[in-house]
């Protein structure tokens, strides 16, 4: 079962890139990395998923490199609203059976 | 839209008491999964289901059990609430099909207060 490492907070500015480093040394081959960004009194919402190299999206990118052991959420130029919880998660969410952890995530205060 | 819908926002309860937290989600989903949330541990998987009538240990089941008669229904229990149980509970639905990878949706989350 993979376990994951991800800084528990961090503070920007609006306008700068925010990364977030997770960590998932014993991840499977099956295994995708996938991220979610949570509000105050909501439940957590899916950013973005992949399982190798880069992916992006129109919110954010993900880095991750060949041996998958981390993996970088980057939002490019922050805003105010982007304030929140940001976790990830990594497993085979579409296999039955399997156990999806999360890890403590990471929360990210954006300053004006 | 997709959607998974949790009963109640807000409960409380008194110690004791048998207390029913359901979910039901609108997509056809075969995976459904109960979490808890408390300041500064993120989220705890409770107990997760892959079909009906099926049902698997999270890493904290202890003090509660599930129920799914019904694929779109996962029922999270606590026959004897104790107030070490007052949190914030996620329900959550994904996928089984392998292309799709199965994206998790929540609900907006159940607080329980238990006096």
């Known amino acids: 079962l993979a376990k994951t490492t991800q800084p528990i907070s961090m503070d920007s500015y609006e306008g700068q890139e925010v990364n977030i480093t997770c960590s998932h040394n014993n991840i499977a081959t099956n295994d995708y990395i996938t991220w979610y960004q949570q509000f105050p009194s909501q439940g957590p919402r899916f950013i973005i998923q992949?399982?190798?190299t880069k992916v992006t999206n129109e919110v954010a990118s993900l880095f991750i490199p060949a041996d998958r052991k981390s993996s970088t959420l980057s939002l490019p130029r922050v805003s105010l609203s982007d304030t929140a919880v940001y976790y990830c998660?990594?497993?085979?969410?579409?296999?039955?059976?399997?156990?999806?952890?999360f890890g403590g995530g990471t929360r990210v205060l954006v300053k004006p | 839209d997709v959607k998974v819908t949790q009963s109640s926002r807000y409960l409380v309860k008194r110690t004791g008491e048998k207390v029913f937290l359901e979910c039901v989600q609108d997509m056809d989903h075969e995976n459904m999964f109960w979490y808890r949330q408390d300041p500064g541990l993120g989220l705890r998987l409770i107990y997760f289901s892959y079909d009906v009538k099926m049902k698997e240990k999270g890493d904290i089941p202890e003090g509660y059990s599930v129920s799914r008669e019904k694929k779109e229904r996962f029922s999270l229990i606590l026959e004897s609430a104790s107030t070490n149980q007052t949190s914030m509970y996620l329900c959550?639905?994904?996928?089984?099909?392998?292309?799709?990878?199965?994206?998790?949706?929540f609900g907006e989350g159940s607080r329980l207060t238990v006096l």
């Open positions: 992949g399982y190798k």
């Open positions: 959550a639905s994904s996928h089984l099909d392998r292309e799709n990878t199965g994206e998790l949706f």
């Open positions: 998660l990594v497993g085979d969410s579409g296999a039955a059976g399997n156990k999806l952890t």
